[in-house]
């Protein structure tokens, strides 16, 4: 199993314990997220001591005051590392707004600049407020007009009536613990619709554990109970998305 998507660095724990409990768990490739300059770095330095550990680097919607010609050469720079696969988490976060509307659309346009450079997958954060659609629909409008053919993840996938949407575009849908929620049975049975070429799974660890770890601090070890529903939705064996899963991770990711 991999985890497409968790910040180990705001994880419980000890680092290597983490590491180790993924490992066991049968996660053996996960991709950790930077949200910052500070937090690139700290998951660059994960990844050169453990094999099984990636990077995507970039700056969080919620992080994008001050985002500036600088703060993009930084993260250039930093995705030059072997260990880097992906650019993001970016895109637009109108639930929070801790970074003004006209920061984050800056962020988020010269992350997808870098990625298109670069040829790098780009790991799309869209999260809006209860009952209203504002930055998916942004989000999806922004990437038909600068990201055309661009490889696209929308981790914690959240908008199922876009998933049909997603697909025809050719982008990775990501489901995170939140889909295992009994009120939220939407996202559960979006899981159902995507191709299997283009479906992962994440944790978005320390956030979202899954229904059976609820209420505790999420790790990349718990995606397997994610992975459990999803396959149970799509009819289909743990060890068959299993096969899935790593194959779409090793097409995005190259590992």
Known sequence: M????THLF???GAEDELVSAALEAGVGRMLTIGLDE???RASIATA???EAVFVSVGRHPNDAGGFDEGAAADI???AAHKKVRAI????LDFYRETAGAEE???AFAAQIEIASDLGLPIVIHARDPEGESGAIDEIFATLDARAAGQTVILHCFSAPRRVDDAAERGWYCSFAGNATYPGAKDLLFAAAKVPDDLILVETDAPYLAPQPQRGKRNQPAYVVETAREIADVRGISYAELERTVESNARTLFGW
Request: glycine share 8%; hydrophobic share 15%; with cysteine.
């Open 76 to 78: 250039a720079e930093l």
């Open 104 to 106: 984050q659309r800056r």
């Open 48 to 50: 050169e001591r453990h």
């Open 88 to 91: 993001g988490e970016t895109g």
């Open 2 to 5: 991999i985890d497409s998507h």
């Open 10 to 12: 705001l994880c419980d």
């Open 38 to 40: 500070d937090s690139n």
